[in-house]
């Protein structure tokens, strides 16, 4: 009975200590910790056998302590085994934050770069982005195409950590996730060099450096997605921090004083990469979604009629229009609204709209939503929080792209591609794949659709609208001979007095095949219509 | 009878063989490593060979003058302490290079290794002419007088080192007195519950209820305390636990009652809940035990850093010299396990534990096999205390429990505890050699 007892006690140990390594192997450490107290208490029980009476009470004293200590021994054992194989990864990788905003990281990732012949960073056609040599016995990384800093990120995890691709790939880069674990224990054990992954990303470096030029001065953003597949041939961005300047071997006072520079630069904000991070006011770009919300719901069609004689008085506050072509024209269709951006009309749609189908259709057009990317990428909103809708301004400003709404440019460049795809936003595709140094795949995008956020007939109204746009309403500078081109254009009032100038369009020949997002902030110097159609062209010529 | 008839010690000649071929490689590695080489020079290898030789010497000599204690416990001793010493070699340069220390540690510890070795010898091979067995319980409330004293002594003119630990300036030397008063409480613990054995055995009846013998165990309740209180006044918390454990686990051995076991046990539950509530800084070490992250350049430092190179160092390790343990700041004394689980890996981690398992196995056989009472109690006392001690650090720096500062048994840097610590095996071994139960 006493064996029995002791057995089932034993088993449960095991079963603790078992459960909390291999299938628990999430459990906070405090409960990991109080699993493990558990075990200690059954294998006290479990090793309590008996001792023939004749044994002097001194032996038996140091049999029952024996099986003490082992029993801790045990519970030390089981603690090791979680730290150093079953959480290795995790403990090795983590990152933490002090009370003054400082980051932690592993001290033996800076080491790493000195030990790791880190992988390269291509583009589409293998153009490098980033690689990895070694010069006296030590590794120098370069970042030789300035106009995809932005994606690629810096490196410098000794130092300023790490961005971009270089810090969501990094496990494959490190070499860490690209040997098998055979391999991987073997050069382990022989002390060998790691050699990381290649990450292929579906950027075309030489489209990204001429929008990234086209740009000139301007901060802002151009993001460019093939409809078909949903992957970025261009994310450009400024202004953007120098990957170079930032990797750091030894202390470098240049690299110092570089990043006391940028990190204190609170016009530029070099960190933020805006393309990805950036939240904008969509301003009339946005007509486009009210458009699409009040035509898929059955509110409106393209040839729906709106009156619109300069003003309109909702709810005590008189919005003026300044858009009209013709100050005389009284009634407006919903596809003139689009044409020459009215918002008078696009007011009163909103409106139509109103709060709640507005806030059901946020998530199935990605606002609120996570975006599934291969960088970070901030999420977009409808409004800081459902009650701002409750004010009918606020639906009415919502309507034409104002309110409280915020969108990344790649996010715009999604919802314009949505339009020209029957409605079906893509899932974003940044790496294409990524492949260890003996040519074996680790990792392969695949193209799947991300939201069906509209119905498609919807969809193609909305395009129709758009290639109307250009070709006979306000963005008439946008066309191109041979190619036709949707677009719609969109301003925003910051706080400071000047106006970000946005861009969404769509370019194709029988069928669209690229879609844009075009940002420009503080009264830029050049048009984002006329740099939109630029790129999109260029796009269509290579 | 010839006191120095020869007794050839072939068991513990071929255990140390090992001890010693651990020591040349391992020595022999930390400086190819550090080189970046495979060629070397006798030069390189002469601590290791110096090291090898001195352990072969103590088993010659100890056979030469016809030494007859236990083979065994020496042997796991040396390779505890060789791979402390060639892990202090390796640390010392790393420790330098960061500026953590400003002197090298590697020949201070070959020094404090020395003079331990020496000193153990001494014990093994004076305390019979000095009859220690006779004295040592004769004089036992000297030992109890030296244990408050010292820590008393150490509040008084002692120094701190590192925020929590004190030590007494002499000379040029700095002792560590909870290092000693370790061995004193032992030795008087041991005298006092050898004597009064049989009346704690007994119960002591009020009305129907039946008691422990209360007026036996006031002297030692008054003492234990006392030091309790001056080493908690110290902030030497390690300490503090290990001497609670001895008290209780040496009042277990002598009497078998498990009555003692559970009053302590929940005023130990107790004591833990009160320090929480009043300390701040037992909030820290709790803080730290659950998550060291909460502040990670401050009070977190060392866990955080500790929690990544076991991290780093996974199954099989990195290799000696391969990791970077020295990102770890006080590395060489509470967090050199951690060292080891960097570059010995879980394995290496694994084998450090089953090693002190063995050493305290083998001491309790001995503590069975002897005669005298004081000689099982004294034995049985100490090898629990270092065995508590093991595993107060280890569990602190594993985060099993909360991190209370005290030194790894012959592995960790510093004098005190390397000198004293083979004092103790010198004792154990000279008790193996006393009449034993058939």
Known sequence: MNNVIRSIFLLAAIGLIGFGLFIGDDLSDARWLALLGGAFLCLLIATRFEIPASTPTFNRGLIRTTMLLASIFIVLSAQLIRIQVIRQRQMYYRTGTAPDGETISNPRLYRQQLTVQRGSILDRNGVVLAETTKEDDVYYRNWPVASTWPITGYYSPNAYGMTGIEATFEEYLSGEASTNAIEQTVNELLNRDLVGADVHLTIDADMQTLAYNAMGNNRGAIVLLEIETGETLVLASKPTVNPNTLYVIDDSAEAEAYWDTIANDEVSKSFVTRATMGLYTPGSTFKTVSAAIAINEGYATPESVYEDNGEITIDGRVLVEQNRPNETQTKWTLREAIMWSLNVVMAQVGLQIGADTYWDYGPKLGYGAEIPYDVPVYESQLANSRSFLDSLNAVADTGFGQGEIQMTPLHLAMVASMWAKGGEMMKPILVREVTADDGTVLHKASSSAFKQGVKSGTADEVAGMMVDVIESGSAQHGQAAGYTIGGKTGTAELGDGTTNSLFIGFIGESKPKYAIAVVLESDPDISAVATGRDILVAAMQR | ?438
């Open chain 2, 1 to 438: 009878m010839n006191r120095y008839r020869p007794a050839l010690r072939l068991t513990e000649f071929n255990l140390l063989l090992i001890t010693a071929a651990m020591t040349f490689v391992g020595s022999l590695t930390i400086f190819l490593v550090d080189k970046g080489t495979v060629e070397w020079t006798w030069r390189d290898i002469s601590v290791g060979l110096a090291a090898a030789a001195a352990m072969l010497l103590v088993n010659i000599t100890f056979s030469l003058r016809g030494f007859r204690g236990d083979q065994v416990l020496f042997p796991i001793t040396a390779t505890l302490a060789m791979l402390g010493m060639i892990m202090i070699q390796r640390l010392s340069p790393d420790l330098i290079a960061i500026g953590s220390v400003e002197f090298s540690l590697s020949s201070r510890h070959l020094l404090y290794l020395a003079v331990g070795l020496i000193g153990m010898w001494l014990v093994v091979m004076l305390s019979g002419p000095l009859k220690v067995a006779e004295w040592l319980p004769q004089y036992k409330y000297l030992w109890l007088i030296g244990t408050l004293g010292l820590q008393a002594l150490a509040m008084v003119i002692g120094t701190e080192v590192g925020g929590a630990r004190l030590w007494i300036q002499v000379g040029p030397i700095q002792v560590q007195p909870s290092e000693i008063s370790k061995i004193t409480l032992v030795i008087f613990l041991a005298a006092y519950l050898d004597e009064k054995r049989e009346l704690l055995q007994e119960t002591w009846q009020v009305g129907r209820l039946k008691l422990p013998p209360i007026p036996y165990l006031i002297p030692m309740g008054i003492m234990w305390g006392a030091s309790l209180l001056l080493l908690v006044a110290l902030n030497d918390l390690g300490p503090a636990l290990l001497f609670f454990g001895i008290f209780v686990i040496m009042l277990y051995m002598a009497t078998g009652n498990r009555l003692y076991v559970a009053i302590f046990g929940i005023s130990f539950i107790i004591a833990c809940w009160l320090a929480w509530t009043y300390f701040s800084r037992i909030e820290i070490r709790v803080n730290n035990w659950l998550d060291p992250f909460w502040d990670p350049y401050g009070y977190g430092y060392q866990p955080v850093q500790s929690d990544y190179a076991l991290a780093a160092g996974g199954l099989f390790g990195t290799g000696l010299g391969q990791g970077h343990p020295a990102f770890i700041s006080q590395v060489q004394t509470d967090y050199i396990f951690s060292a080891f689980g960097e570059e010995l890996g879980l394995l290496g981690a694994l084998a450090l534990i089953a090693l002190y398992f063995s050493w305290v196995l083998r001491s309790f056989i001995i503590a069975m096999r002897a005669q005298e009472g004081f000689v099982q109690l004294v034995v049985g006392g100490l090898a629990a205390s270092l065995g508590l001690q093991t595993i107060i650090i280890i569990g602190g720096v594993t985060r099993v429990i909360p991190l209370t500062g005290i030194t790894l048994p012959f592995i960790s840097y510093g004098g005190s505890s390397l000198v004293t610590n083979l004092a103790v095996v010198g004792l154990i071994l000279y008790f193996s050699s006393r009449p034993r139960r058939v």
